[in-house]
């Protein structure tokens, strides 16, 4: 096993991300992106919640599923083609059962990251009649240690889908800057329109109570998202 460079311990912010084996699309269409972030919701959660048995044979919205104590909160997250990005971070107080938890104690992030991949994959792969490994290993993680940082993070993950109209957009700059925003505006696969006070069920995945308040407003937000499109060349950190 790979030892990690900052352990995912609490009280820490990790920006953690997968992607497919060979870099081969794990979402295909709607029905696989909806089943994902429905998971990010589900498999947050202390309990062993099977999608079939719980969700889908009892015939209830999965964002109705009282889901009880958590692992971990999210602060941003994103999908694409062949991979995702989530902003991350567990507390102390999340996922105590009966157990004392401590500072060292990193299984919070590392239990939900195996929930969700694992959980996602079995459904992939039946549903698309493969076998094997869908991802690319064991999901990475980069420490997230200063709020410079943080921000930079919140712009890359909601930026990522421009990628999908303007492949070398990073390179050259954005041409149209309202084309992007419209973009942004119609790709709900990101936690772009929760932060943007969007009311939807995705809002439920997040958990910004554990996270520094980076933006004071949506209008700040909408201002440092604006800010990167400006950019003739974007290098993140």
Same mark, same amino acid.
């Given at each position: 096993?790979? =030892?990690?460079?900052?352990?995912?311990?609490?009280?820490?912010?990790?920006?953690?991300?997968?992607?497919? %084996?060979?870099?081969?699309? &794990?979402?295909?269409?709607?029905?696989? =992106?909806? *089943?994902?972030?429905?998971?990010?919701? #589900?498999?947050?959660?202390?309990?062993?919640?099977?999608?079939?048995?719980?969700?889908?044979?009892?015939?209830?919205?999965?964002?109705?599923?009282?889901?009880?104590? +958590?692992?971990?909160?999210?602060?941003?997250?994103?999908?694409?083609? %062949?991979?995702?990005? &989530?902003?991350? +971070?567990?507390?102390?107080? #999340?996922?105590?059962?009966?157990?004392?938890?401590?500072?060292?104690?990193?299984? %919070?992030? +590392?239990?939900?990251?195996?929930?969700?991949?694992?959980?996602?994959?079995?459904?992939?792969?039946? *549903?698309?009649? *493969?076998?094997?490994?869908?991802?690319?290993?064991?999901? =990475?993680?980069?420490?997230? @240690?200063?709020?410079?940082?943080?921000?930079? /993070?919140?712009?890359?993950?909601?930026?990522?889908?421009?990628? #999908?109209?303007?492949?070398?957009?990073?390179?050259?700059? &954005?041409?149209?800057?309202?084309?992007?925003?419209?973009?942004?505006?119609?790709?709900?696969?990101?936690?772009?329109?929760?932060?943007?006070?969007?009311?939807?069920?995705?809002?439920? &995945? #997040?958990? /910004?109570?554990?996270?520094?308040?980076?933006?004071?407003?949506?209008? @700040?937000?909408? +201002?440092?998202?604006?800010?990167?499109?400006?950019?003739?060349?974007?290098?993140?950190?």
């Amino acid at each position: 096993m790979t =030892r990690r460079k900052v352990p995912l311990v609490c009280e820490e912010y990790f920006h953690v991300y997968n992607r497919g %084996n060979s870099k081969q699309e &794990i979402f295909v269409d709607d029905k696989d =992106r909806d *089943r994902f972030i429905k998971l990010l919701y #589900l498999s947050n959660s202390t309990k062993g919640i099977s999608f079939r048995d719980d969700i889908i044979d009892k015939n209830i919205d999965a964002w109705d599923f009282e889901r009880g104590e +958590t692992l971990v909160s999210i602060g941003a997250w994103v999908l694409m083609p %062949n991979h995702f990005h &989530i902003y991350i +971070t567990s507390s102390p107080k #999340l996922g105590l059962g009966e157990k004392e938890e401590t500072k060292e104690n990193k299984a %919070n992030i +590392t239990l939900f990251m195996h929930k969700l991949c694992t959980s996602y994959a079995k459904y992939f792969n039946k *549903r698309h009649d *493969r076998k094997g490994v869908l991802f690319e290993g064991n999901f =990475r993680s980069v420490h997230i @240690d200063n709020d410079n940082q943080a921000k930079y /993070l919140f712009s890359y993950i909601h930026l990522n889908p421009v990628k #999908l109209i303007d492949s070398e957009w990073k390179e050259r700059g &954005i041409s149209d800057v309202d084309v992007a925003l419209k973009h942004l505006d119609t790709y709900k696969w990101s936690s772009y329109h929760d932060h943007r006070g969007v009311l939807r069920k995705e809002n439920k &995945i #997040l958990g /910004l109570k554990d996270f520094p308040e980076y933006f004071s407003n949506i209008k @700040d937000f909408d +201002t440092e998202i604006f800010s990167w499109l400006q950019l003739d060349e974007i290098v993140f950190p």
